[in-house]
C-alpha cells in the first residue's frame, strides 16, 4: 500500500514511533508494549536513527521483529549524519532485503558536541537530497519527512524553513509528520501555510502525550517546542505526584487530539517512547468520544 493511502479523506490514519531499546530488558518491554498498542490498529509503526546517540544497526531489528510479530508495515528512519552516500546506500539495500515498507528521510542533527551540521565528504547537506536520492534509486520506498509547525531551529525565518519543506516534497515525500507541539494553533497555522504554498500532502501532526514534568521539560527544550504555561504549572504543582502528572498530560492530550481530529487533521503520529500506556490511555479516550478517528 502507498504510504498516502493511509491519509485519505473520511480516515485518520495511525502510526506510532518508537526508538531502538538500548538492553535485552528494554527490548522485551519494548515487544510487550508494542502489543498492547496494536489494539488501535496502527498503519504503521516507525523506528528512529541514531536519535540521542542510540545505535543506527538496531532500527532495522527493531523493525524486522514489529513487523514479524505483528505484520504491521514498518517505516525506517534514516539520517544524512555521519554517512557517505555509499553508506546511505548500504543501508537502503539492507532496509529492502528486509521488506521495510517506509523511510522517514532526515538530515539529523549535528552529533554530541558540535553545533553545526557538517556533512560526510561525499555525504548530503539536507535531507531534501536524501529525498531525491531515495526517489531515484530505491522508488518501492514510501517516503516521509520532519515538518516544523514551530519552525526548525536552525531555520533563519518560518517563509525559509518552509520553503526547505517545499523542496523535500518537492523531491518526492508521500507525507509530512511534525516535530511534537502543545499547541494545537501552531499546527493549524502551519497547515494554513503550507495550503498556501501549495504544499499538497498529508500533513501528520506528531503528538507526545507528556508524563512528567521532567520529561517534558527536556523534550521540549531539545526540539525548541513552547509549552502552554497553564500545562507546565499544573504539572509543577504535583512534581511529587506521578500518578497525578500522569492523569495531567494525559488529559492535556486527549483535549489536544479531540480538537486535531475534529479539524480533520489526516492522520496521528504518536511519540509512544516505548510506552503504551499513555498513548493506549489517549486512543482509548478518543474511541469513546463522539470525534472517532
Ligand atoms: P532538513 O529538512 O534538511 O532541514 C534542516 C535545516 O536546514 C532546516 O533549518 C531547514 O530549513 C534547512 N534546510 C533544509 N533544506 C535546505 C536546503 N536545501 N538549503 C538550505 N537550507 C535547508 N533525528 C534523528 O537523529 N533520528 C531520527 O530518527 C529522527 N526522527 C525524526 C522524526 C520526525 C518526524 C522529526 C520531525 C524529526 C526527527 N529527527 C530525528 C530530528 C531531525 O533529524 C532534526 O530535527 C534535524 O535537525 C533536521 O532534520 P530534517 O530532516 O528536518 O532536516
Known amino acids: ?86 553508506q546511505l546506500r548500504d543501508y537502503l539495500d539492507a ?55 514551530e519552525m526548525h531551529q536552525e531555520a533563519p525565518s518560518p517563509e525559509i524553513d518552509l520553503e526547505n519543506l517545499k523542496r523535500k516534497v518537492d523531491a518526492g515525500a508521500d507525507i509530512v509528520i511534525t516535530q511534537l507541539f502543545y499547541n494545537n494553533e501552531d499546527f493549524f497555522s502551519f497547515r494554513d501555510r503550507c495550503d498556501k504554498i501549495g504544499l499538497a500532502v498529508p500533513l501528520i501532526p506528531g503528538i507526545l502525550p507528556a508524563t512528567s514534568y521532567s520529561q517534558i521539560q527536556r523534550l521540549a527544550s531539545l526540539c525548541g517546542t513552547n509549552l502552554p504555561p497553564r500545562f507546565v504549572q499544573a504539572l509543577v504543582d504535583c512534581e511529587d505526584d506521578a500518578e497525578r502528572q500522569f492523569k495531567i498530560g494525559v488529559d492535556y492530550a486527549i483535549a489536544q487530539v479531540n480538537e486535531l481530529v475534529q479539524q480533520q487533521v489526516a492522520g496521528l503520529h504518536f511519540y509512544v517512547l516505548n510506552k503504551s500506556q499513555a498513548t493506549s490511555a489517549v486512543l482509548a479516550a478518543l474511541e469513546r468520544s463522539e470525534t472517532k478517528r
Do not use: W
Open 1 to 86: 500500500m502507498k504510504l498516502d493511502d493511509y491519509y485519505q479523506s473520511g480516515r485518520t490514519g495511525l502510526s506510532f514511533e518508537l526508538f531502538p531499546p538500548k538492553t535485552p530488558a528494554g527490548e522485551a518491554a519494548l515487544i510487550k508494549h508494542v502489543g498492547a498498542l496494536m489494539e488501535f490498529h496502527p498503519d504503521v509503526i516507525t523506528c528512529t536513527y541514531g536519535a540521542g546517540g542510540s545505535t543506527q544497526d538496531k532500527t532495522l531489528e527493531v523493525v524486522r521483529q514489529v513487523k514479524q510479530k505483528f505484520g504491521v508495515p514498518v517505516a525506517s528512519h534514516l539520517t544524512c549524519v555521519g554517512s557517505t552516500k555509499q
Open 95 to 149: 532496509a529492502s532485503q528486509q521488506r521495510v515498507d517506509y523511510i522517514v528521510a532526515l538530515r539529523g542533527d549535528p552529533p554530541h558536541g558540535e553545533k553545526e551540521f557538517r556533512p560526510m565528504p561525499d555525504g548530503l547537506s539536507h535531507a531534501n537530497e536524501l529525498v531525491a536520492l531515495i526517489r531515484s534509486e530505491y522508488p518501492h520506498f514510501g517516503l516521509a519527512v520532519g515538518g516544523y509547525p
